[in-house]
Each structure stands twice: as C-alpha cells, then as structure tokens.
C-alpha cells in the first residue's frame, strides 16, 4: 500500500493533536487550577503561568476533607461490587441467548434492550420506595443494587456476541462426551471467553464507576458510604468554595482507577476487534 | 458429510431445540433481578402519574396531570431541546468518533499511546470531568476565555455558562467530550475487523483513500455505527450529571431538558405524582423514537438488499 508523504503525516499529527487537545483540555485545566494558590485563582486579568503555583492542595486536601480517602476506596470498591454482581447476572443470560433456539427469544432479547431506555433519573421516586422496603437506604446496596441492574442489557449484548463466535462444535463433543449441563457451561465456555468476558467486565466497570452521581446523592446520606463523585462536592463550603483544592482531589481521586485501566486497555480494543462488536 | 456425523449433529440439534426450559432457567436470574429493580418502578411511575402524590399523601386524579402537562405552555419548547439536544450531540458524536477512530487506526509513531490517551473522558466518572469543564467555562479565569482575552478576540471575561445559547452549546460539547471517546473505541475496532484484503484489492485496482474509505470502511462498520448511534442517542436523551452539575438547567431554563424537568419536578419540588407523570413521557417518546429508527432502518436495509 502506499505510504504517507511527510507532508500528509504533519497533517495527521496535526489533526491527531487538535483531537487530543480537546479530550485532555479538562484535565490540563484541573491541574493548572490545582497548582494556584485559592487566593490568586481568582486574578484577573487572566495569566496563564504564575511564579506562585505550588503542590500545596496536594496535601491540604486531606485535612480539608477527611474522608476523601475514603470516597476514593469507596467508589473503586462499589464499581466493582458492581461489576461482579452484574456479571454473574450477564453469564448465564448471555450464554442462553447465544446458544439456545427458543421460545420467546426475540421478544425477551428485546425487552432486555429496551431497559437502556429507562435511565435512573426517571424512575427515582419508586426506586426510592423500592430500595427503602429492602431496608438498603444509607447502604452500598443502595448505589450497587441499582447499578448493577441498569448495567444488565448492556453486558448481555457485548458478551452474547462474543459468545457466538465460539465454535459450537467444542461443546457438542464435551456433550457427546457425556459431560453434562453446566460442566460444559463452566469447562468449556467460560475458559474459551475469558477475553470475551474482560471486556464486557471492563466496559461495566467503567460505566459502574463513571456513572455513581445520581443514585449516591438520591439514596445515600451516609457520608462513609460516598463515593469520589458525590464526596468531592464537600469542596463546595457554605461560604465559598475551595477550587484548587476540589481540583487536586478530583485528579488525586481517579488515579487508582486509570492505574487500573492502563494494564487493562489492551485487552479492551483487542477484546472488541475479535468480536464484541460485530453483529 | 458422513452420516454418522450428521447424526450426531441431528441429535445435538434436536437437543437444542427442547432446550427452551434450560434456556429460560439461565435467563431467569437477569430477567427477575430487571423485573424487580426496573420493572416494578416503572408500573409504579405509572400508577403514581394518575395520582397528585406528594409530601402529604395522594389521591387518584385520573387523567388531570397529563392533561395539565400537554396544555403546559412550557413544555413543548422542553421536548424540542430535547430532541435538538440529542440530534445534535449524537451526530457530533458519530462524526468525531469516526474521524478519531480513522486517526488512530493509521500506522504512525505513538498510535499505542494515543489510544490510551483517548480514554481518560469515558472511564473518569462523569461528576469529575465536568468539574473540569465547570473551570474551563469560567468567563474570568477559564482558560478559554483567558486565551481568548489575550488574542484579543473577546474584550472582556464571557460566562459561557451564564447566557441561554452559550450555556446550551457549551453544555453539548462537554456531552460530546464525554461520549465521544467510547464511540472511538467501538468504531476503532470496528476498523481494525475489517479484512485487509479488502483494501489490498482495492489498492490495486487503483481506488484513493478517499473512496476506499466511503466504499470499504463505512459500510463494513455500518452495523456497529447503527448500533452505537442508536445506543447513544437513548444514553444522550436521558443524560442527566452534565447538564445538572454544569447548569441545573439554567440559566432561565435554557439548557432544562425533560429528564432535568423530570427531576426537578419530583425531586426538588416534592410533586411526585406530576412528575411521574413527566418521567412517563420521557420512556413514551424514547419508545417511540427507538421503534421508528428501527423501522427506518429495516426499510433501507430491505432497499439495500434489493439492489
């Protein structure tokens, strides 16, 4: 094939750095606001570089807000209650609507999806009754419950795709073989979709830790229970509120889980090429 | 075909066929588990959408709220932006994430880096990345409006959020920022799915880039492009964090959309019953939304398939 000109591969970075500038802009903001003292955050006339930027939010945060730490474990640990709670849902779901002829398949295929339609905001009020009558108000079922199940459809897509591309025959041996049910379910699916499985495990981990706002601040009063999204909002006094700080503790906060998802990464792109995402 | 073979095979399928009990049985735990957590709260929104619940109680009032909401002189204008809001966030979206997947799927120094880079917007929790944008909008000291003030191009600071336009168009880009990365993922590996030989032929039957691209890559990620426009459409109709930490719905209302509206109906004012009645509206249109784009869809793919 032919080769990019070095004219044309200027362009590209060009274009590569526009497009990049765009989805980092926020966080280069969040950091240039962390690193200026709160009183001179607000000096106009605008100055893009000052002599008197200094790590010191960094450590003030901790005493500003005691339990940031906490929010921090908080939402890393409910993400991935989360995400095992919907995945023990998704397996066995996605695995019979992958393999199975049956009865209703379309129509129950279809209702799963049609749950997308419905996002937390709109049912609050009965899902405030409903959580309260399970005695979960105040508790981490009460953010984990609710996300795990709006999370469900999703996951029964990606993976009932990827489940379809194992070859069947595997599994009619394992039968012929007098292997039953669930043995082949447990010995012969699941290790064949262990890449399948990282990426639908991955993808709801992001959207269970990317999406705790709605349900922490509409069903959660205990402040040990927060997680980062909803804590970091103590920034925001009475009297004023502590930018630089609110800034450091935001970046401070999502460092665990970008950790995380620099080791998983990879298998998230590959997972999807390999077949998640087709049809 | 040897026909032991096929025996065997006749009998795995018969297998499959009556299998329809254990089927269900794997299905059952997903779909109690939905009935309970979705299932119920809706029929309840429902319910509640023909009482005047609030704080003191409630009593059936039959029809009253919706009549209430469709001669609301409001509420038109809401569904409109609504529907402006996701038209435009989702195109925008689509088109970014194509244009992004297309960039980091070229072979050039730093690609493994770029796509990682890519990501921070999608797994950061929502809450936090608008904060981030909450300082970049700041008319004084945001960086924005700072290099702009330097270039001289604005004169003075300019509240982004502070003007009914500005708010709403300022809104749609943070919505485009968040949404935009995992359209790139999806899309990216879409590409990279798509056989090389395909281009290779191309290649040398000598089409450009330009029309391997409008006649190769396009209609070989079609299906996950429909998907993933139709997926975050429904996401983008029902986006509620963006709007409500970088505005709540201001300023005088203009970036209130019917899930804020919803919100705030049932939540900050306590009318529960009438914002039930709000919330029902919100899955009604969605449902249809959704059925029409299916059905659209099935006409051009029959076209399609004629030709």
């Known amino acids: 094939m032919e080769r990019f000109t070095i004219f044309q591969k200027i362009l590209l970075y060009l274009a590569i750095a526009v497009f990049m500038t765009f989805i980092l802009l926020p966080f280069f903001e969040m950091f240039m606001a962390s690193l200026r003292p709160l009183q001179h955050l607000f000096r106009s006339p605008y100055q893009f570089w000052s002599d008197d930027m200094s790590f010191q939010a960094y450590t003030d945060i901790w005493d500003t807000v005691p339990l940031l730490g906490r929010y921090i474990f ?51 009020i009965p899902l405030y009754k409903l959580l309260r009558s399970f005695g979960f108000l105040n508790t981490y079922a009460a953010m984990f419950v609710p996300g795990a199940a709006f999370l469900v459809p999703t996951g029964i897509w990606l993976l009932k795709a990827y489940l379809e591309k194992i070859p069947i025959e595997l599994e009619e041996s394992a039968w012929i073989d007098g292997a039953s049910r669930m043995y082949i379910l447990k010995r012969v699916v699941l290790p064949l979709a262990v890449p399948g499985l990282i990426v639908v495990a991955v993808a709801t981990f992001i959207g269970a830790y990317a999406q705790q706002f709605l349900f922490a601040i509409t069903f959660n009063q205990k402040r040990e229970f927060m997680p980062l999204p909803a804590g970091i909002f103590e920034f925001i006094g009475y009297q004023s509120v502590i930018w630089n700080q609110m800034m450091a503790a935001s970046l401070v906060g999502i460092i665990p889980v970008l950790i995380i998802f620099l080791f998983l990464q990879k298998y998230l792109v590959e997972g999807l090429t390999k077949g998640a995402v087709k049809e | 075909m040897v026909s032991e073979n096929s025996d065997y095979n006749s009998k795995w399928q018969n297998l499959v066929r009556s299998q329809t009990f254990y089927a269900w049985l794997l299905i059952a735990p997903s779909a109690l ?24 109680g409630e009593k059936y009032i039959g029809w009253y709220n919706f009549e209430k909401l469709l001669n609301s002189r409001k509420y038109p204008g809401i569904v409109g932006r609504t529907f402006y809001w ?6 925008l979206k689509m088109i970014l994430g194509i244009i992004g997947a297309l960039l980091l799927n070229v072979k050039l120094k730093g690609r493994a880096a770029f796509r990682v880079l890519v990501m921070p917007p999608w797994v950061v929790p929502m809450a936090i990345g608008c904060i981030g944008w909450l300082w970049v909008y700041n008319g004084h000291f945001g960086i ?33 920022w968040v ?6 993922v999806f899309f990216l590996a879409a590409m990279q799915g798509v056989s090389q030989d395909l281009y290779e032929a191309a290649y040398v039957d ?19 492009i429909i998907t993933m426009s139709l997926l975050s459409a429904i996401w983008t109709f029902n986006s509620f964090e963006i709007i409500w ?48 784009y299916l059905i659209v869809l099935n006409k051009v793919n029959e076209r399609f398939k004629l030709k």
């Open chain 1, 74 to 124: 908080n939402s890393v640990f409910l993400a991935t209650v989360t995400t095992f709670l919907c995945m023990s849902f998704v397996i066995p779901a996605a695995y019979s609507f992958a393999r199975f002829k049956f009865r209703g398949k379309k129509i129950s295929l279809g209702l799963f999806l049609g749950v997308n339609m419905f996002a937390g905001a709109v049912l609050l």
């Open chain 2, 33 to 56: 588990f939905l009935i309970i957590i979705v299932g119920w709260p809706l029929a309840e929104t429902v319910r509640l959408s023909f009482t005047d619940a609030g704080l003191g």
């Open chain 2, 86 to 91: 996701m038209f435009l966030s989702v195109s």
């Open chain 2, 144 to 176: 924005i409006a700072g290099v702009l003030m330097h270039l001289g191009i604005l004169d003075g600071p300019f509240e982004f959020l502070a003007y009914r336009n500005s708010a709403f168009y300022s809104a749609v880009v943070t919505d485009v």
């Open chain 2, 179 to 184: 949404g935009t990365p995992m359209v790139t």
């Open chain 2, 206 to 224: 000598g089409a450009s880039r330009w029309y391997r691209f409008r006649r190769i890559t396009i209609p070989q990620i079609m299906p996950v």
């Open chain 2, 245 to 292: 930490i970088l505005t709540e719905g201001g300023p005088r209302g203009a970036t209130t959309t019917m899930i804020i509206d919803t919100y705030k109906m049932a939540i900050a004012n306590y009318k529960f019953g009438y914002g039930a009645t709000r919330a029902l509206m919100v899955v009604i249109l969605l449902a249809i939304f959704s059925l029409l």
